[in-house]
């Protein structure tokens, strides 16, 4: 960053001026992580992400005041922005006019909204050009209150093989809480209704078989003994935990893309992948779901 003065600083990006106000101020205050700390932290994971995030409409968590104040969900383009960043448009039943969700298309729009107090970056399951056909389904692992990480490795395990019994992959990553999320990728050929529905029966399978460990999403996802299969977060304009997104919980952490080994290993938890340590692990392992981007599936029959 280059400062003009002690509390505005510009920043070049994709040819873009970011203007930073306030770069010191502190979002995280357990962990003294300031704006600028996010910023660094979204310069350099920007080319993993950005595939994640490029053309799919994204939802914005922003906490103007640090993660220590209320924040809120944005789900329209700011009136203020400017020109060159660019919004989907989409017509929800539930209400009349259009919403304009943004898009993410470069590192400097990632980088505008960052500095705007938006910390997490939440992504819909379809493109912008197609919104009834998502190219990703999720099983949202999500631990009742009583659940430990370890018995989310676990379920995240019994998702993958029951994916792998119908010849499809999934791709897990932490959702940056106390869940994890399996991803699958898909070519956009299947409506929201045909992919939940598939999701919601590989949930009732697992529940009926593994009924002290899995429980198929019904009211509240966070009680109890087990671990819940949220099946409806594949809807659209539902949005989830985009990979690497930042969570504004105290310690700072990242959602985390993970090996199927290190899953089975048992030896990871979500503290691990942080602001701090997230941008070494890109450098050392690579974006780990790259193959996901080039490999889209067909639901099975």
Do not use: C
Not at 10 to 34: H, M, N
Not at 80 to 94: G, Q
Not at 107 to 124: C, P
Not at 215 to 225: I, L, N, P, Y
């Amino acid at each position: 960053m280059s400062g003009e003065q002690a509390d505005i600083q510009v920043l070049q990006v994709d040819g873009r001026e970011i203007v930073v106000t306030s770069p010191d101020k502190v979002l995280w205050p357990q962990d003294g992580l300031t704006k600028t700390d996010l910023l660094d932290y979204y310069q350099a994971v920007a080319p993993a992400m950005l595939p994640y995030l490029r053309d799919h409409p994204v939802t914005l968590r922003v906490f103007p005041g640090g993660i220590d104040r209320p924040g809120h969900y944005r789900r329209d383009l700011p009136k203020d922005a400017p020109d060159w960043l660019p919004s989907a448009t989409y017509s929800p039943a539930s209400r009349a006019g259009e919403l304009h969700p943004p898009l993410i298309p470069d590192a400097a729009a990632l980088l505008w909204y960052a500095e705007r107090g938006a910390i997490e970056f939440h992504i819909w399951l379809a493109t912008a050009d197609r919104l009834e056909q998502p190219d990703w389904a999720v099983f949202d692992l999500d631990p009742g209150d009583e659940v430990d990480f370890p018995a989310v490795l676990d379920a995240a395990l019994l998702v993958r093989d029951t994916l792998a019994a119908q010849g499809i992959d999934g791709y897990p990553k932490t959702s940056g809480g106390r869940g994890l999320h399996v991803f699958v990728p898909l070519e956009p050929v299947h409506d929201f209704a045909a992919v939940r529905d598939w999701v919601r029966g590989i949930a009732a399978q697992l529940a009926e078989e593994h009924p002290d460990q899995i429980a198929v999403a019904a009211r509240g996802t966070h009680e109890g003994q087990r671990v819940t299969v949220d099946h409806a977060q594949n809807s659209v304009a539902r949005n989830t935990a985009a990979p690497y997104t930042a969570r504004g919980h105290p310690g700072a952490p990242v959602s985390a893309p993970v090996t199927w080994d290190e899953v089975a290993a048992g030896t990871i938890r979500p503290d691990q992948f942080t602001l701090r340590t997230m941008p070494e692990r890109i450098q050392q392992l690579g974006d780990l779901w790259a193959p996901a981007l080039n490999a889209p599936q067909r639901l099975p029959g």
